[in-house]
T-cell receptor, first 112, second 115 residues
Framework: GENVEQHPSTLSVQEGDSAVIKCTYSDSASNYFPWYKQELGKGPQLIIDIRSNVGEKKDQRIAVTLNKTAKHFSLHITETQPEDSAVYFCAAYGAAGNKLTFGGGTRVLVKP | DAGVIQSPRHEVTEMGQEVTLRCKPISGHNSLFWYRQTMMRGLELLIYFNNNVPIDDSGMPEDRFSAKMPNASFSTLKIQPSEPRDSAVYFC?????????????FGPGTRLTVL
């Protein structure tokens, strides 16, 4: 089955700086890659996603890139703000069915 | 819409007791997922349903775990008997369809503590 690795596990940045989270996946047939943000005491919430026929997607301060050849994808947050502090999860949607496999999560702390 | 509703939000029980977690998906969604989140293992898919039918239960850890979806607006996850290693946050999520790219909406979770 699919295996998703996520790095780093924790990330501390100064407000206004950029944050980058990287993920790799194992199943070359995976074709959909969402990113979720989880705030304390809440369930994960989708913030952006990318499909395998696209190399990059941007939504305001967040962007995702996908390299299908290398089987890795990344989340970029620019001009970080304190409200960006949360745990972020990458995920891969396998071609075998309606299943998401999640990475281990990255705890992001934005210091004011 | 109120989003995905889970109850209870917190459950503390003793080892050996039966635990039932409940979920009400978003109205109109026909896919429902049960996840477990722990520090050690992260976010794991336990089972998912399409149109009330269990499609993949390969993530259910053992026979002590069972899940049902008697209708489109209600699902339960039962643990009997519970053990301390079952302590985790259990999330229910729903999506509009089984098609790729259908956003999964997560509930607030049930924090289970088994003493």
């Amino acid at each position: 089955g699919e295996n998703v690795e996520q790095h780093p596990s924790t990330l501390s940045v100064q407000e206004g700086d950029s944050a980058v989270i990287k993920c790799t996946y194992s199943d070359s047939a995976s074709n959909y890659f969402p990113w979720y943000k989880q705030e304390l005491g809440k369930g994960p919430q989708l913030i952006i996603d990318i499909r395998s026929n696209v190399g990059e997607k941007k939504d305001q301060r967040i962007a995702v890139t996908l390299n299908k050849t290398a089987k890795h994808f990344s989340l970029h947050i620019t001009e970080t703000q304190p409200e960006d502090s949360a745990v972020y999860f990458c995920a891969a949607y396998g071609a075998a069915g309606n299943k998401l496999t999640f990475g281990g999560g990255t705890r992001v702390l934005v210091k004011p | 819409d109120a989003g995905v509703i889970q109850s209870p939000r917190h459950e503390v029980t003793e080892m050996g007791q039966e635990v039932t977690l409940r979920c009400k998906p978003i109205s109109g969604h026909n896919s429902l997922f049960w996840y477990r989140q722990t520090m050690m293992r992260g976010l794991e898919l336990l089972i998912y349903f399409n149109n009330n039918v269990p499609i993949d239960d390969s993530g259910m850890p053992e026979d002590r775990f069972s899940a049902k979806m008697p209708n489109a607006s209600f699902s339960t996850l039962k643990i009997q008997p519970s053990e301390p290693r079952d302590s985790a946050v259990y999330f229910c999520a729903s999506s509009l369809s089984g098609r790729i790219g259908s956003e999964q909406f997560f509930g607030p979770g049930t924090r289970l503590t088994v003493l």
